[in-house]
T-cell receptor, first 118, second 113 residues
Framework: GAGVSQSPSNKVTEKGKDVELRCDPISGHTALYWYRQRLGQGLEFLIYFQGNSAPDKSGLPSDRFSAERTGESVSTLTIQRTQQEDSAVYLC????????????????FGPGTRLTVL | AQTVTQSQPEMSVQEAETVTLSCTYDTSESNYYLFWYKQPPSRQMILVIRQEAYKQQNATENRFSVNFQKAAKSFSLKISDSQLGDTAMYFCAFQGGAQKLVFGQGTRLTINP
C-alpha cells in the first residue's frame, strides 16, 4: 500500500507570508506526528494527533505554528508570518493506534517538505 | 525531559569493515523503546532496528545489531560487512510514555569503496 505522502515537496516563500504543509498518513493509522529538521540537525517533535485531537502540542515553537487534522486522515501544518529561522524540512509520520501498556507501533515517515524562507 | 546524545558527528570506514555508532540517553522512565533510523540523501527516514528496554537480549537485524546497556543508558549500533548503500545519516531515537520520538543530532556515516 501507499506510504505517508507530503506536499509540496519543496516550498520557497518570502518572509512574512503564510504557508500550509500537507500530510496524508497511511490509511488506518490513527496517530500522526509532525517533526522539524533544521539543516544538519536531528528531528524536533512539533505536535502529535490521536484521531483528530492533539494531546501533545508541546513542540510547537510559537503561536505562529498551528496544525489540524480532519478525522483520521489528512493533516495540515500552518506557519503564519514566516521567519527565516522557520527554514527547515518538515517531516510527518503516522502509526497505528497507541494503546497504553501495549507494544509501541512503528512510526512511518513521509519524504518531508523542504521549506525555505527568503 | 529525555535527551539523546550522539557524540560522533561523522564517521568513515572502508567497504566490508565493521563500524559502531554510539548513542547515550537520559531518562527517568523504566519502560521505553530505543531506535536507530537511517536517513539517506533522499530524506526518507528508514527504521533500521528497535530495542525494547525490558528485553535484556540485544536486537539484531541481519548485518545490524545493537549493544544495549540499560544501566549505563547506552545504545550503540554495529554495522557488520558495511556496504556502499549504508552511507547515510544515522539517528538514535527514544520513545517513552509520551508518543513522540526524541532524536539525537545524528552521525554522518560514509562507506568508502
Amino acid at each position: 500500500g501507499a506510504g505517508v505522502s507530503q506536499s509540496p515537496s519543496n516550498k520557497v516563500t518570502e518572509k512574512g507570508k503564510d504557508v500550509e504543509l500537507r500530510c496524508d498518513p497511511i490509511s488506518g493509522h490513527t496517530a500522526l506526528y509532525w517533526y522539524r529538521q533544521r539543516l544538519g540537525q536531528g528531528l524536533e517533535f512539533l505536535i502529535y494527533f490521536q484521531g483528530n485531537s492533539a494531546p501533545d502540542k508541546s513542540g510547537l515553537p510559537s503561536d505562529r505554528f498551528s496544525a489540524e487534522r480532519t478525522g483520521e486522515s489528512v493533516s495540515t501544518l500552518t506557519i503564519q508570518r514566516t521567519q527565516q529561522e522557520d527554514s527547515a524540512v518538515y517531516l510527518c509520520a503516522s502509526s497505528l493506534v497507541f494503546s497504553a501498556g501495549g507494544p509501541v507501533n512503528e512510526q512511518f515517515f513521509g519524504p518531508g517538505t523542504r521549506l525555505t524562507v527568503l | 525531559a529525555q535527551t539523546v546524545t550522539q557524540s560522533q558527528p561523522e564517521m568513515s570506514v572502508q567497504e566490508a569493515e565493521t563500524v559502531t555508532l554510539s548513542c547515550t540517553y537520559d531518562t527517568s522512565e523504566s519502560n521505553y523503546y530505543l531506535f536507530w533510523y537511517k536517513q539517506p540523501p533522499s530524506r526518507q527516514m528508514i527504521l533500521v532496528i528497535r530495542q525494547e528496554a525490558y528485553k535484556q537480549q540485544n536486537a539484531t537485524e541481519n548485518r545490524f545489531s545493537v549493544n544495549f546497556q540499560k544501566a549505563a543508558k547506552s545504545f550503540s549500533l554495529k554495522i557488520s560487512d558495511s556496504q556502499l548503500g549504508d552511507t547515510a545519516m544515522y539517528f538514535c531515537a527514544f520513545q517513552g510514555g509520551a508518543q513522540k520520538l526524541v532524536f539525537g543530532q545524528g552521525t554522518r556515516l560514509t562507506i568508502n569503496p
